[in-house]
């Protein structure tokens, strides 16, 4: 290349850029930092407490225990599993439940047995009664006849005593013999004996009726006594065989134990079969449908002095990602007195509301179930960025502060001895 030509070509950039680029971006610059500054001093941040949380049923979870001791057979479900009412969730093979069988068995054959005798006493009884009606009424119309007989002798003997008194005055006259005169006589004492008889008769038939009365109204009293034994006896049975029909799926020695409600079960006790169990022990927990639901938290030591009551909570749930399904909310409904203890070590109780029982995404909405986890932000404030910056200062002040402040009970002297 020509040297004409290298003095024609002009330079590709300036050694140094025109003043009004440099002015622009010291302008740039001091806006940004003034903006950086106003945000330090201006901007609150949410200032929270981190805690853990499970969700739970307000009401807490229906127990599923053993009604005897025994060894499991068999487990029909898991853990999270929904179920519905009397569903079966274990088999148990007990010895206890072969004699309740047995007994069982025994209290049926005793109602049956019971029921029999009860039918056999009133036949007895009804047979008897209507013997003893009979009877009164053959007494009642013996005693009527009776009643006529006397009566018919006692106008005979009227008659027949007339009838000696005119041949008594014959013969005291001369016209009769004394044999004519005293065979009326004779015929007055047969009709006296006859009638005498009659009304014995009669009593005798008035004492068979009024004994038979007796005895209808003792074999009535015997019969309810008796009525009322078996009842009772059947009474008693009845309520031992209800007792033993309220325990489901009994066949042999084995038994089911049914779901109390409908719902999930939340937490099983006993896994795998071949458990032994004692009775009353807990085998599962289910959580009832349509129970209201918390979240139990476990706050740590230091954020207890900042939780209060009815401050708002973020709920992040690990079941329901928050980057896709959002924050939930809910409010601090209690804080516990007393701490209790933890996997991580000490924590405080805290119970807080749910803002919403279901959790939407992609226009789909998931119900909260009891037992799902998650991380909780309780919001008990709001602080400036600078707050949190010269926070490590302030703690660095306290920490080399060797004298308590002026009025605090550690800064006055003990009482009797020297300042």
Not at 3 to 31: C, G, K, M, N, Y
Not at 257 to 273: D, E, F, Y
Not at 309 to 324: M, S, T
């Amino acid at each position: 290349m020509s040297t004409a030509t290298r003095r024609e070509s002009p330079p590709f950039l300036d050694a140094e850029p025109p003043p009004w680029a440099i002015q622009s971006l010291a302008t740039v610059l001091l806006l940004l930092f003034a903006c950086g500054i106003a945000i330090v001093f201006v901007v609150q941040i949410p200032e929270t407490i981190s805690a853990t949380f499970v969700v739970e049923p307000v009401r807490g979870t229906d127990p599923v225990r053993s009604l005897h001791r025994g060894t499991v057979t068999d487990v029909r479900v898991s853990e999270s599993q929904t179920v519905a009412e009397h569903d079966i969730l274990f088999v148990l093979a007990s010895e206890q439940v072969g004699d309740r069988v047995a007994e069982r068995d025994t209290v049926n054959t005793r109602l049956s047995g019971g029921r029999g005798r009860l039918g056999n006493e009133r036949a007895k009884y009804e047979s008897q009664r209507r013997a003893d009606e009979q009877e009164r009424h053959r007494i009642e119309q013996k005693l009527a006849a009776l009643d006529r007989q006397a009566q018919l002798k006692s106008s005979q003997l009227a008659l027949s005593r007339d009838v000696a008194d005119r041949r008594r005055r014959e013969y005291e006259a001369g016209v009769v013999s004394w044999l004519d005169a005293n065979r009326p006589r004779l015929e007055v004492d047969q009709l006296e004996s006859e009638l005498e008889a009659l009304r014995a008769d009669g009593t005798d038939a008035k004492n068979a009726l009024s004994r038979l009365a007796y005895e209808m109204t003792s074999r009535r009293a015997g019969f309810s006594e008796i009525e009322r034994g078996i009842r009772e006896d059947m009474t008693t049975f009845q309520a031992r065989k209800d007792m033993l029909e309220r325990d489901a799926l009994r066949d042999g020695n084995a038994m089911g134990v049914p779901a109390p409600c409908a719902g999930t079960i939340v937490k099983l006790h006993v896994r795998q079969a071949g458990a032994v169990v004692d009775e009353n022990d807990l085998m599962a927990e289910v959580v009832c449908g349509g129970e209201p639901l918390r979240a139990d938290l476990r706050l740590p030591e230091r954020g207890l002095a900042l939780a209060r009551v009815g401050q708002p909570v973020k709920l992040l749930y690990d079941a329901f990602p928050y980057e896709r399904y959002g924050v939930q909310y809910g409010t601090l409904r209690w804080l516990s007195p007393a701490s209790a203890a933890g996997p991580q070590g000490p924590a405080f109780r805290a119970f807080a509301d749910l803002g919403a029982d279901r959790v939407g995404a992609e226009g789909r909405a998931q119900a909260v179930l009891p037992g799902m986890t998650g991380r909780a932000a309780i919001i008990v404030g709001r602080r400036t960025i600078a707050g949190y910056a010269i926070e490590p200062v302030r703690q660095l002040r306290e920490s080399l502060s060797s004298a308590p402040p002026a009025g605090s009970a550690a800064s006055r002297p003990i009482e009797g001895t020297r300042p």
